[in-house]
């Protein structure tokens, strides 16, 4: 009788067989599996991170996490992070908004009451130190196909000199054919403008007065009541107001051109809030004249805030009212007229002009105000700037102004084509404002063809960039977990150690004040290399150690005793026991970042005097170079390491 092993030799060799099976049909998942334990251990290893770097997650518990859009260093050393509906149409439709505020120093979390929809808000620094938000989102959009009832613009009029009138959300507007349309929201109409002439007979007699009454106007979005083409109009027609009492009704009419079912663009809101750091809530501030979703907010010399772009109240691209902030009345008033793409890269040069770099985040035509340029507030002028590379791809591109502020240098990194274009560059370019004749130069390639890349200022004057995705929204699993450190002096880029978590659309990278970078959010639009799930918003919060805080050797710089303001001559002097081997100091703006656009940090070379145990520094009076407000005080010894900041402010 042939020999059978015992049940337990039997089942021993199954299992071995089923193992050298298992290697065998999953070699390439045993080879990646061994890769990445090596990868592990090498980052791990203080000499790669001495070179390289190191990367984080942060825990970050259940009921703080969200969809970050914006983030913000304030100068209390915290980060806010705001979502408002955070890209989630059923947060916006129950009024839930999201703001979180993060404390780096010991990882904790606090929620934050919001009181509007800042989901693509603008922000900028305040000279209090106060953030300034303003715009959001006043309703979602609808895409082609899905538009189910005519809708548009309506012009709302108002002949009467004598009041104004608000119609409130819900208001019936009716078309000479009898078909009714409902407003989607608020608005209201000023009074109408009252001329007196007077005109002279040749003897010198007077003519009676004439008067002549200019109607004051408004925009308000409206939508049929119902579904079908009778209430589809390409024609101009005059609208009655429903409800009204009879003068108003004589006064207030609506004009509507256009009521289709084509695709509906996002609306903005015109609200306006400061967040206030030290009390930790938002407080409300006049709004702005024009709705905005999608603006820019840039602080001038003056420690005003200049609001440009951005969808109105009715998703057309603002076509150029621009309104500046003054923190001191709290109140708006009209700005130099220009037209810019949403989300336009606008940077504060010295002299007090404002260079855009063609950095944008999208909506608006591809053949208007994509082109580069400097632009004077005073006179409203605006001098291009052609001859950059791929200059149909500076859509989702990144842009810089270099350290130290006072080189006048910008860097543009990456970017794509207009819209859900597949193209995107690895180009970046440099221009130094100071040439007697500047122009863009080529500057070192990226890796690859780079949308989103976030870039950030380090205090030892190189810059570090991350994340980004090939494609629009990491399209075809496109994420790009790379990331780079540029020499601005070698006009050169480096390797640094590489994320772990990707980061495309909807992200952000800041610096914080312990020299190290944190990086939030990313929306891409699948979830597959197939796309054929639809993605999930990143809520992990990674954060990188640079080189410099790592490897043997002295620690890192202190800054002891100090004041919390420079002087009338911009000095500061604070003691430290290590002033022999400080070599530099750097004062940096904190940002205010979203949608790979931060026009706030900056980086200003200070002067430097030691002395035995103190150092001075001494800031640039201009504040073209360094507006007013709240900044880091880094100081760099020999070795390239940075001190922890001081928060200094200036006046």
Known sequence: MAHRPSTKRRKTLLGGGAVVLLVGLNAPAALSFVQEQYHAYEISRPEYKARYGSWQQLPVPDGFRLNAIHAALLHTGKVLLIAGSGNDQRKFDAGTFDTVLWDPAGNTFRRIPTPEDFFCAGHSQLPDGRLLVAGGTARYEVLDGEVKRAGGGMRVKNESPDKAVTLRKGTVFRSPS???????????????????????????????????????????????RREGPDALTTEA???????????????????????TTEKQDFQGIRAAYEFDPVAERYVPVAPMKDARWYPTLVTLQDGRVLAVSGLNDVGDVVPGDNEIYDPGTRKWSKGPFRYFPTYPALFLTQGGRLFYTGSNAGYGPAEKGRMPGLWDLTRNTFQEFRGIADPDQLETSASLLLPPAQDQRLMVLGGGGVGESELSTGRTALIDLKEPV???????????????????????????????????????????????????????????????????????????????????????LFGDKDNTRLGRFEQRVEVFTPPYLHGAGRPRPVLGQGPRELDQNGRATF????????????????????????????????????????VTVEAPLDRTLVPPGWYMLFVVDRDGRPSEAEWIRVE
């Open 178 to 224: 009898g078909v009714e349309y409902v407003s989607q929201s608020d608005v209201t109409v000023g009074r109408a403008k009252r001329e007196f002439t007077i005109s002279y007979f040749g003897s010198g007699q007077m003519k009676p007065w004439r008067t002549k009454v200019t109607a004051a106007e408004a925009r308000v979005f409206v939508e049929a």
């Open 237 to 259: 027609a005059q609208y009655k107001v429903l409800g009204l009492k009879a003068e108003e009704a004589k006064n207030v009419y609506g004009i509507a051109q256009k009521l």
């Open 438 to 524: 500047p122009a863009f130069r080529k500057g070192p390639s990226l890796p690859q063809g780079t949308r989103y890349l976030s870039g950030v200022l380090l205090p030892d004057d190189s810059v570090f960039t991350t994340g980004g995705s090939r494609q629009y929204r990491g399209r075809d699993a496109s994420d790009i977990l790379k990331a780079q450190f540029y020499d601005p002096r070698a006009n050169a880029l480096r390797p640094a150690a590489e994320p772990t978590v990707g980061r495309n659309y909807h992200s952000e990278a800041l610096l914080l004040p312990d020299g190290r970078v944190a990086t939030f959010g990313s929306d891409p």
């Open 575 to 614: 003691r430290t026991r290590d002033a022999a081997r400080i070599e530099k100091a750097r004062l940096m703006r904190p940002s205010a970042v979203t949608h790979t656009t931060d026009v706030e940090q900056r980086s200003i070379a200070l002067g430097l005097t030691r002395g035995a145990d103190t």
